[in-house]
């Protein structure tokens, strides 16, 4: 889910983290947004981390962010 806080666009994940988002406007019209290589990268070792643990987190940020 996105949410705006103070201004400053955030993804809120399942367990509470926020990670900020940017929009960007791409040539074909069409708004993406995006997430910093360093959230990314952080959101990815949680990801793996829940999916080894198998705390049932890892299906809940997936669908948040394929939607």
Known sequence: MVTTTDSVKCLKLPYGKRLGVTTLLAEDSNEYKVIEFGDW?????DFLKEAVQGTGQTHLIFTILTG
């Open 41 to 45: 990268s952080q959101l990815a070792q």
